[in-house]
């Protein structure tokens, strides 16, 4: 009886593990990379200016329907 007692705790151990690390990921985490990857899409699909400086890290961008809207994304050459 003792053994079956320790293999639940460590069972309930484990599961309570498992869901903290899923509500790490799901809160911490999976915002982060979204935002990131909904960033680099925008990016993509944006008309940049382009750096006369030769030392340019960002650039000021704008979606193709709407010049009035701007952001900054990474020059990339």
Do not use: R
């Amino acid at each position: 009886m003792k053994e079956a007692t320790g293999e639940l705790n460590a069972t309930v151990v484990v599961v309570l593990a498992i869901g903290v690390l899923i509500a790490f990921f799901y809160y911490t985490l999976w915002p982060l990379m979204k935002d990131n990857f909904n960033k680099n899409s925008q990016c993509s699909k944006a008309i940049c200016e382009s750096c006369n400086t030769g030392n340019c890290d960002y650039v000021t961008c704008h979606p193709k329907n709407d010049p009035t809207t701007e952001f900054e994304c990474v020059y990339k050459g």
